[in-house]
């Protein structure tokens, strides 16, 4: 029965104040709850979640994992890691923007050769109604002096008539 008693004392002093650890010998078959914290916080601010996910546009994998507090060298890895993340966040931006441009010159240089397709087809087709203007030209110049000679024709049957 004391056994009992005192595993009663230390469930409550665990309970009333989470400061305090206290520890007694407790059989075998019963079930322990150990309950602690180190500062007044809440549970979900533990040092795990005080390094939120700061590269969320990242894959998890890529995510920088939280440091161990106690390793000078889990910090640097971190802090490294945190680094790399950042360069790498940047560098994919400056991707994503040459992709943007690269799109723009192409839709530009696609309207350059457009346009110089169209000037091309302007000038093949101007050289084409030039030639038939000046074979209209000799045509209507003939017909002028045939027309002519007509008319010197019929004068001269008038004048004989």
Known sequence: MAGSKQLEQTSKSIDSSA?????ARVP????????????ESPDDAS?????PLAF???DQQLQPLPPC????????????????AE???EVKKEIALLEERKKELIARLEQ????????AQLAKEYAELTEENRTLKLAQTQCVEQ???????????????
Not at 112 to 119: L, Q, R
Not at 147 to 161: A, H, M, N
């Open 112 to 119: 350059v050769e457009k346009e110089s397709m169209d000037a």
């Open 19 to 23: 400061h305090m650890i206290t520890t």
């Open 147 to 161: 027309l002519e000679k007509l008319r010197i024709q019929y004068q001269k049957r008038q004048g004989s008539s």
């Open 56 to 58: 969320p546009e990242l």
């Open 69 to 84: 507090y106690d390793s000078k060298e889990s910090m640097q890895v971190y802090k490294q890691h945190c680094k790399i």
């Open 87 to 89: 360069e790498y966040h």
């Open 28 to 39: 075998a078959d019963k079930p322990v709850r150990i309950a602690f914290s180190l500062n």
């Open 47 to 51: 040092p795990e979640n005080s390094f």
